[in-house]
């Protein structure tokens, strides 16, 4: 094993880039931004220049470094390739190839965005210490990543950990973005959770300060919550409900050693985790109701976290 | 790689057991009876017995053998150790240590009876070519077992592919055998069809060739259904709807590249995969509407051709 190992994850708009040591320590993170232009072509020689400008900078040779993890928001092809990333305007892309030239042959493994933060949250964050895991990214949507044996389950059709999209509520009317109906994502991620809070504003219902908010958000709901609002309370409890069911559901195939929350509805912190843990046990097939829930404690690093441990295989 | 493996899989009342070359051939196949008196004290030495006296016939010396696989029919730790075996009377049975001092040192590896038949079907059955699989088997209860990247997730509690306790009905009464409610085994089993059946039987509906069977079996189901009974297509577009669904959220979590469908209800053949695979279509996530779905091809060989593949990896 060498010494150092970069991890790079391309957002939409910004590259979120760490040096880390084989070991696991990060060394620097830096930002760059993310050149969507013309196809994308200049993004990764974006990325070739800053990476080659920190090599300098810290005399870091070429025969120092394990390899360069990259993280891509869209679905990536078990040799690394990129068929179609809309955020980035690239089609078939094939990275390891691409930036490996850029970067005089040093080994370039790539993965999808969601994936790579579960295998970082894995190996520095919130599973820690755990070889299987579940995360649950509660955002706009609900993405999700699934570990095995250390390893990221990408899924034959890249789909691998896609639980935003499990059918929950058969008797939906309203279209989820993926065209179906009854999504996870339509009542479990920060849309779905002001979605469920505007719907029990809108009924009879008990005073709440949800009433008199500026703005309906995830963040105001739970804000509520812990105050002791009721109608927050029962906003929560349909929330923790639908998402404890849901993991039990997973739990029945995947059976991980815990589920790793996060993603900004995750703010919410340890209530959440209560709330949601509560139900899961409730539901859960009974092999599977002793698996811990933990925040996921990475942030916004988890993937550049995850996109080193992509080419740091062994540490 | 040595020239030759076993598989072991170690039923109830029998044990099937398969001498294989490495390659993947068969080279022949027996049972024993399982004596399951006194916590199954005898088991593993009449196994070894069985082994000992092929290797002798065969003239197959020790060092030959690449290594022994084991099924058992209960949860069974990374290790290979066996908490508790109910149907065998087995608790803490370390099977490798013990199996392998029995047969002087010969590499023993052991796991549970539904994953290595999914293992099996993969090498050299339903999901041959394919290196990710959903295994369905459709018996007395829905057992599953799921492959990845060529190796079985056991899950962190042995519940990896558990797939018959996943909730499909949040409003039924009557409970599962594991004491929840709404299991898919509960409608999806041959008991589960045959509780379909007697439900529409005793609802108003058209004459059918049902109201006249001996027994209303799955099977009976079946065979109605290829004669076009109404009521028949009725229970089977149900039981179709279900385990369609059921796999449709299935897919969004392991994605894999097939789903193979065996136990005995799977002996109705293709039409059960027609009617399974439409409404895993109409259900699917748009990504994963693809996946194939085969016939399971090994019957009760699966396991002893899984038991072997274990210690046979680079095959």
């Given at each position: 094993?060498?010494k150092?190992?970069?991890?790079?994850?391309i957002?939409?708009?910004?590259?979120?880039v760490?040096?880390f040591?084989?070991a696991?320590?990060l060394?620097?993170?830096?930002e760059?931004?993310t050149?969507t232009r013309?196809g994308g072509?200049?993004?990764?020689p974006?990325?070739?220049?800053s990476?080659?400008?920190k090599?300098e900078e810290?005399?870091?040779g070429?025969d120092?470094?394990e390899g360069i993890?990259?993280?891509i928001p869209?679905?990536?092809?078990?040799d690394?390739?990129?068929p179609?990333?809309?955020?980035?305007?690239w089609?078939d892309?094939n990275?390891?190839?691409?930036?490996?030239?850029?970067?005089d042959?040093?080994?370039?493994?790539?993965?999808?965005d969601?994936?790579?933060a579960?295998?970082?949250?894995m190996?520095?964050?919130?599973?820690?210490?755990c070889k299987s895991?579940?995360?649950?990214t509660l955002?706009?949507?609900?993405?999700?990543?699934?570990?095995?044996?250390?390893k990221?389950?990408?899924g034959?059709?890249?789909?691998g950990?896609?639980i935003g999209?499990?059918t929950?509520?058969?008797h939906?009317t309203?279209p989820c973005?993926?065209g179906?109906?009854?999504?996870?994502e339509?009542?479990?991620?920060a849309?779905?959770i002001t979605?469920l809070?505007k719907?029990a504003l809108s009924?009879?219902?008990?005073a709440?300060v949800?009433?008199?908010?500026k703005e309906?958000?995830?963040?105001?709901v739970?804000?509520?919550y812990?105050g002791?609002?009721?109608?927050a309370?029962?906003?929560v409890g349909k929330?923790a409900?639908?998402?404890g069911k849901?993991l039990s559901?997973?739990a029945?195939?995947a059976?991980?050693?815990?589920?790793v929350?996060?993603?900004?509805?995750?703010?919410?912190?340890?209530v959440?985790?209560?709330?949601v843990?509560k139900?899961f046990?409730e539901?859960?097939?009974p092999s599977?109701a002793?698996?811990?829930?933990a925040?996921?404690?990475?942030g916004n690093?988890a993937?550049?976290y995850?996109c080193v441990?992509?080419?740091?295989?062994n540490s």
């Open positions: 094993m060498r150092y190992g970069f991890g790079v994850d957002g939409g708009t910004t590259c979120k760490g040096l040591e084989a696991g320590a060394v620097e993170k830096w760059i931004p050149d013309e072509k200049n993004i990764l974006d990325v070739a220049a990476l080659k400008g090599m810290k005399k870091i070429k120092e470094i993890g990259v993280g869209g679905p990536v092809q078990p690394g390739s990129v179609l990333c809309v955020n980035l305007g089609k892309k990275v390891p190839e691409e930036l490996g030239k850029l970067m042959g040093i080994l370039v493994k790539a993965g999808n969601a994936n790579v579960a295998l970082g949250e190996w520095q964050g919130g599973g820690k210490g895991l579940v995360m649950v955002g706009t949507g609900v993405g999700g990543g699934i570990i095995i044996d250390e990221i389950v990408a034959a059709n890249g789909a950990g896609e999209h499990i929950v509520n058969p939906e309203i973005n993926c179906r109906k009854g999504c996870l339509q009542y479990c991620s849309t779905g979605r809070a719907e009924e009879g219902h008990e709440s949800l009433d008199h908010a309906v958000s995830a963040k105001a739970f804000d509520a812990k002791q609002d009721p109608l309370g029962q906003v929330f409900r639908i998402l849901a559901n997973i029945c195939v059976d991980p050693e815990v589920f929350i996060g993603g900004g509805v995750s703010k919410a912190g340890d959440l985790l209560e709330a843990g139900c046990q539901a859960a097939f599977c002793g698996i811990k829930f925040l996921a404690s990475l690093d993937g550049m995850g441990k992509l080419v740091l295989e």
